[in-house]
């Protein structure tokens, strides 16, 4: 469901010249599987995420997504795709459900679809409590939850989360967590980018190492552990960007 291809991004800087957010980044992800993309801040996960959901167009390379090429179909791609980018802001003055709703609309449901997809996506994330309340008065954690629900409203088959759990409690990331594997039992395409270890070595069939725009090492967490000697995933991580370094 999607594959890159030597994706490259360059950015021009002022001060620094050239800069490549991404160089050369290729891997697959299968249906009903999790690939986790790590990295550091900066390291270029979110930009590769932001090329395959088609709000960057790669300076080279490609990708295709659900059979759709990023570059020549984007808005076949946007109709398959659900992104959550980390820090999108949600409208103030809205109801959780209206947020969803409004989405919902956006991408061409019909009130009786969509009224079902908001009562599902309540009670799959857990929402009941909170789907009547305004935004602006949102935890941090309902806000993420009706984001979610946001880009899933349309049922895509490809899921895009980039630190999804970055600011939350132990018990909302969990249920998150949680939610994301389901996604994967049902047939889910799913990318789940992040820097938080654990979460990915016991989320993630595949994971792909990030660092400095450059694809380092890719495998299941045990083959990395075999690979690099590494106790934990969190180890791997380190011995793979930072070879150097104290074990």
Known sequence: MIEARGLTKVFHDKKRGLIRGADEVSF??????????????????????????TLLRPTSGSAVVAGCDVVREPDRVR????????????????????????????????????RARIRSLADELGMGEFLDRRCDGLSTGMKQKTSIARMLV?????????EPTLGLDVMTARAI?????????????????????????????????IHEGRMRAEGAPAELRARTGGADLEECFVRIVAPGEPR
């Open 28 to 53: 697959r992800v299968e249906p009903g599987r999790i690939y986790g993309l790590l990295g550091a801040n900066g390291a270029g996960k979110t930009t590769t995420l932001r090329m395959l959901a």
């Open 79 to 114: 109709a398959s795709v659900g992104f959550l980018a980390a820090g999108t802001a949600l409208y103030a003055r809205l109801t959780a459900r209206e947020t969803v709703a409004y989405f919902g609309r956006l991408n061409g449901l019909d009130e009786a679809t969509l």
């Open 177 to 209: 967590v949680g939610f994301v594997r389901e996604c994967r039992g049902r047939g889910k395409t799913v990318i789940y980018s992040t820097h938080v270890m654990s979460e990915a070595e016991k989320l993630c069939d595949v994971v792909g190492v």
């Open 154 to 162: 349309h049922d895509p088959q490809v899921m895009i989360f980039d």
